[in-house]
């Protein structure tokens, strides 16, 4: 009589199964994985470089594409120089970045302070103050209760309504405080025994740690501070404040030149399209530039800080 072999008993010696997404891609697989992202990539730079070219073409080319180019004819710098030479967009595109610096410094700032405090498990009140934090991202008091409350209190056609209001996002703690609960406990006791407070933990000993996720962080908090539009719109009246996403709101969605432009755009100088698109050009370049320098960082500061809250 044959004995009969169970294969689907695995032998001690034998090697375990790999699981299926340790296993090597196949030709067709990376064949295909590629194309994907070479189709994705292209879905994403194809409307940028409309945008670019079309910001670069005289007016004659744009007339003779009937709108958007995407074959270069003939580049210009014009629309970029009139947009610089003073006018509202230059005041705009300043307001931008001093808006941009100051608001990222002090959201980062308060944004450590308090991760770190609630980090530290004996710290005064910290659980009630996590629950308190972690029930504004659920219930919020609405769009007229803030209004009034920044009214109340005097920020209404000031810098400061573009800041203050938006200032702090829970998610951001949240994401430092674990980050900060994953250094070592034992670090920061063989600090306290030599004799070091908490701002000197803080920041001798904490931060230097968390380099990558605090590099996230202000990416996060500078990109929303330089693409807000609503509270410029919502708190200030006076059109010489505002930053240079309503700037381009106006020229894009209302069609309304940038003063100094009109007469320009008017007279047939300038092409009023590649106003608009070199408008969106220099929205976007700032976010373009650094974002790939804290592109490292993304893996290390979100998933480690993630995982370990």
Known sequence: ??????????????APP????????????????????????????????IVVVTSLSTRRTIDEAGGLVM???GITFVAYQELLSGGQVTRAAIISVLVTLVGTAFSITVSVLCA???????????????????ATMFFSAGLIPTYLLVQTLGLTDSYLALILPSAISVFNILVLRGFFMGISQELIDSARIDGAGDF??????????????????????????????????????????????????????????????????????????????????????????????????????????????
């Open 1 to 14: 009589m044959t004995a009969v072999i169970d294969k689907s008993v695995r032998k001690p010696w034998a």
């Open 18 to 49: 790999q699981p299926v997404w340790e296993e090597q891609p196949t030709k067709v697989g990376l064949a295909s994985k590629g194309l994907v992202l070479g189709i994705a990539c292209l879905a994403v730079l194809f409307p940028l470089w």
């Open 71 to 73: 074959v270069p004819k």
């Open 116 to 134: 770190y405090g609630l980090s530290r498990t004996g710290s005064l009140g910290h659980r009630w103050i996590l629950m308190l934090l972690l």
């Open 200 to 309: 000197r933990i803080l920041w001798r000993i904490v931060m230097p740690l968390s380099r990558a996720v605090i590099a996230v962080i202000t990416l996060f908090y500078a990109v929303g501070y330089w693409s807000a539009w609503f509270n410029a719109s919502l708190y200030l009246n006076d059109q010489d404040m505002m930053p240079l996403q309503n700037v381009m709101i106006q020229l894009v969605q209302k069609q309304e030149a940038p003063v100094g432009l009109a007469q320009a755009i008017k007279t047939g100088q300038l092409s009023g399209l590649a106003v608009q698109m070199a408008v969106m050009v220099m929205a976007l370049l700032p976010v373009a530039v650094l974002s790939p320098f804290v592109q490292r960082h993304f893996k290390k500061g979100m998933l480690t800080g993630a995982v370990k809250g």
